[in-house]
Every structure is written in structure tokens, then in C-alpha cells.
């Protein structure tokens, strides 16, 4: 190449670069500043939570609730529900998305060959006659480059890698939230058992005093309105066994549907043993590593990096780019001068694209490129506000809900004694039926806010759980996956 070429080359160059300032992005720039965990305080609202290096849960959290049925039940979930299909399905829609924008950044080289055989017809035929017959060979090959002076290619591919890390990481924040259902349900199912029993239980007593009451009617110590009273409120222990029924089998039926199964699943599920509520503790590094315990503050961190690549991307497309493409072949005739010199071809070019106007598109395209970024940042933070709130509300809960229980254990005892004592006194003829009414209304009440507070406790030790992440770590993920770049604040 002469000195001169070069220097008409570089010439290009510089006066496309001069003109690339025709478009610009001055003016544009991001509004997002992501939160510091740091200067979230919770120390207060978490006074006196026990403070354990060993708090955070284990991958198989589960088992500590020690049903080794749910285990399997969770595994099975896992395995066959349709909730995972799709995290899976997205993973590798933007595994797919990765790749394709990889291989954007590759030079491409394709061949072709080809024969055509065609017939002139008499006005085509240069000799008038239109019986001209000819057979066209050609074969060729075409490379094509862009040389990504800028780097905007990379950006791409690497804001891309980031979406797919981040879905890959929803994928693992999925089967905590199926895990997390799937034992809320099991722990509904057990629950629905015992307010069955209860149910029970309650039309046992029920008929006990109807037939207290009939032998007093007979006996001209009631009235019939007072039998009357006893025979609704028998009635009425019915209806609710039966409405328990019903609980039961939609708590069988949601739990099977979690399963990935049909409504029979739930049929075959044994009944759940008394779950054990989780051990009221806290991380001592709570809050600086829930930012890597947390699934889905790992995905918003991921998608924020990806943000941040697509607006260098876009930044790109207001410079100058290079693109080279070239074509050798040959095309022929006649067969015996396929590859002659004369039917050989070749062509290269060089092309030189620079964005002089074009009526705000590229601004346009920057800016929803920064709003992108704004939004990653504001959700990022909106997750790490909930997470932080996640954990001490539920936290204080299951502090508080342990003394709830001691109580209304309490007071389900003195209501049993209660009702104990005058129902002796009622089947001996000296008791009042109001009192019996009365005591036996407070029993079955005290009986269900004591089986809903136990429910309540196992479903509070399940969130905790949850909250804390269910065992994910970054670190594990990032042997395959490289953790995400800090934010900057």
C-alpha cells in the first residue's frame, strides 16, 4: 500500500471522526445509585435475636423440620413441576441469547457452488436465432468483519452473559420459592388434620351433651328448648367437620398440584408428622452477606452489570466502525476453464460507517439504555430493602409467637379442665346448661387458636428460611458462574 493510499486512509478516518460529532450523546447519563447494605439499620428491631455463625440454612433446610416425607415430597416437586420446566426454559432462552451475541462478534466465512442451465429465447439471442443453450459454474467463497473498533460487540455479548447469569440464578431462586411452597403446603395439610380431628372431636362432645341433655329432658330437669339448643349445636358441629373435610382435601389437592401431579397425588400422601419449628437465630454477618445468600438480590445485582454493558454498548454506536468484507471465485462456461484465469474473481472492501444524522435515534436508543439501568438499580435496592425486611419481620415473629403458644397452651389446658368439671356436674344433674355451652364454645376455640399458632410458627421458621436465602451462596454458583461486579454507589 502507497504512503499515499495511507494517508487518503487516515484522512477518512479523522474526517469521519470529526463528523461523528454531528451525533452525540452529551447530556444523557443515569440517575441510579444503588444502596449500601451498610446503611440499612435493623439493629434495633433486631434486639436480642440470637446472633450464630451457623444460622444460615443448609441446601436441604427441609429436613430440619424432620418429616423425611416432605423431603421426598420436595424432591419429587423439583424434579416434576412445571414451575421449574419454565426457570429452566428461560435459562436457556438466555443461555441462547449469550451465545448468539458471542458469536455476533465472529468473523464470518461461507462458500457456495452452484451450476445453472438456461436457454436463450430468440430476442435474448444475440444472433436472432433463440436456440442458444448455456451452462453457468461458478463457485465462490465471502469473508465478512467487523472489527469492533470500540468495543460495543463485547459490551453486548457481555450484557447478554449477564441476563443469562442473572436467569440462571433465577432458576435457583425458583426452586427456593417451590421448596418454600411445597412445605407451606405440606404444613397446611398437616394442619387441615388437625383441625379435622378437632372437628371431631367437637361433634364427640357435642353428642356426649346431647345425650346429657336427652336424659335430663326425660328426666324434667331441661326444658325442650334447652334440648332444642343441644340439638343445633350438634348440628352445627357437623357442618363444621364436614367444611374440615373439604379443607382437608383442597390442602391434598394444592399439595399435589405443587407436585406437578394430578388431584389423586394428594390421596396418597400419609399424613404429616408435627413439624418442627426452626431454632430463633440470625447470622452474625447479617446484612453484608445476605447480598450473596439471596437468590434473587444475586439475579438483580447480575442484571444491573447487564444494564450497565448495554448502555456502554449503545454509547458505541455513536462512533465510527469499521466493517471489512471480501469475495474470491470463479464463474465459467465452459467446464474445462472453470478455473482459468480468466473466469476468476476476487473483490475486497473496506467500509467506513459513521453516524452523521439520523433524527435522534441513537440518543433515543441511549436513553432508554440509561432508564434500563435505572430501573435494574431501583429494583436491586427495592430487593434489598424487602430482603433485610424479610428477615427481621419474620424474626420478630417467630421471638414473639413462642410465648403465644406457652399462653394459649395455657389457657387450652384450664379451658379443658373447665369443661371437664361441668360436664361431671351436668350429667349429675346440678350443673346449668349455659355453663356447659358456654365452656365447651371456649374449648374448641382455644383448642383452634392453639393448632393455628403451631401452624403459624412452622410457617414463620419456613419464611426465615426463605429469607435468608434456603442455602444458596454465591460462591458455589460462581465456580461456573463469575460472581457480578460490585455496584457502585
Known amino acids: 500500500m502507497s504512503s499515499k493510499t495511507l494517508r487518503t486512509g487516515l484522512s477518512l478516518v479523522l474526517s469521519a471522526m470529526v463528523l461523528a460529532g454531528c451525533a452525540n450523546y452529551s447530556g444523557l447519563d443515569t440517575e441510579g445509585q444503588s444502596l449500601d447494605a451498610k446503611t440499612l439499620k435493623a439493629g434495633q428491631s433486631l434486639t436480642g435475636v440470637t446472633l450464630s455463625p451457623a444460622a444460615w440454612p443448609k441446601s436441604d433446610w427441609w429436613k430440619s423440620l424432620g418429616d423425611p416425607q416432605l423431603d421426598g415430597l420436595i424432591r419429587e416437586a423439583l424434579h416434576d413441576s412445571p414451575d421449574m420446566q419454565i426457570a429452566a426454559a428461560r435459562a436457556h432462552q438466555a443461555s441462547a441469547a ?92 398437616g394442619q387441615a388434620h388437625i383441625v379435622y380431628d378437632l372437628a371431631a372431636e367437637d361433634l364427640k362432645r357435642t353428642r356426649q351433651m346431647l345425650d346429657l341433655s336427652q336424659r335430663r329432658l326425660s328426666s324434667g330437669i331441661d326444658s325442650q328448648y334447652q334440648f332444642q339448643q343441644t340439638e343445633s349445636l350438634e348440628a352445627s358441629s357437623q357442618a363444621s367437620l364436614i367444611d374440615a373435610e373439604k379443607r382437608l382435601n383442597s390442602a391434598r389437592i394444592a399439595l399435589a398440584v405443587l ?32 447480598l450473596g445468600r439471596r437468590p434473587d438480590l444475586v439475579a438483580a445485582r447480575w442484571r444491573v452489570e447487564a444494564a450497565s454493558k448495554d448502555m456502554d454498548a449503545s454509547k458505541t454506536q455513536f462512533y465510527p466502525n469499521l466493517n471489512l468484507s ?32 439520523d433524527g435522534g435515534r441513537l440518543r433515543a436508543n441511549l436513553d432508554a439504555r440509561d432508564a434500563d439501568y435505572d430501573l435494574a438499580v431501583a429494583q436491586y435496592n427495592k430487593n434489598l430493602v424487602k430482603a433485610l425486611g424479610d428477615v427481621s419481620d419474620t424474626i420478630n415473629q417467630l421471638r414473639d409467637i413462642g410465648r403465644q403458644i406457652g399462653a394459649q397452651q395455657h389457657a387450652t389446658e384450664i379451658a379443658q379442665n373447665s369443661y371437664n368439671t361441668v360436664v361431671e356436674r351436668y350429667g349429675s344433674g346440678i350443673g346449668n346448661y349455659l355453663d356447659v355451652l358456654s365452656i365447651e364454645q ?17 410457617d414463620l421458621s419456613i419464611q426465615l428460611m426463605q429469607a435468608l436465602g434456603g442455602g444458596f451462596q454465591t460462591e458455589t454458583f460462581a465456580s461456573a458462574n463469575p460472581a457480578p461486579a460490585k455496584l457502585n454507589n
Open 98 to 189: 449469550a451465545y448468539a451475541a458471542d458469536a455476533a462478534r465472529m468473523p464470518t466465512l461461507d462458500a457456495s457452488a452452484g451450476i445453472s442451465r438456461s436457454r436463450l429465447a430468440k430476442d435474448q439471442d444475440p444472433r436472432g436465432q433463440g436456440d442458444a443453450y448455456a451452462t453457468v459454474r461458478n463457485v465462490s467463497a465471502g469473508f465478512n468483519y467487523n472489527f469492533d473498533l470500540w468495543g460495543g460487540q463485547r459490551d453486548a455479548w457481555e450484557a447478554a452473559l449477564g441476563e443469562a447469569r442473572a436467569a440462571e440464578v433465577d432458576r435457583q431462586a425458583a426452586q427456593l420459592t417451590l421448596a418454600a411452597d411445597v412445605a407451606r403446603a405440606y404444613s397446611d395439610l
Open 326 to 357: 471480501a469475495a474470491a471465485g470463479a464463474e465459467s462456461l465452459l467446464g474445462d476453464a472453470m478455473f482459468g484465469s480468466a473466469s476468476r474473481f476476487f473483490n475486497i472492501a473496506p467500509t467506513l460507517s459513521v453516524p452523521i444524522f
Open 259 to 290: 407436585l406437578g401431579k394430578g388431584p389423586d397425588r394428594g390421596n396418597e400422601i400419609a399424613r404429616p408428622k408435627i413439624l418442627q419449628a426452626s431454632a430463633v437465630a440470625l447470622p452474625s454477618v447479617l446484612p453484608a452477606e445476605l
Open 442 to 458: 371456649q374449648l374448641l376455640q382455644a383448642q383452634r387458636q392453639l393448632a393455628s399458632l403451631n401452624a403459624e410458627q412452622i
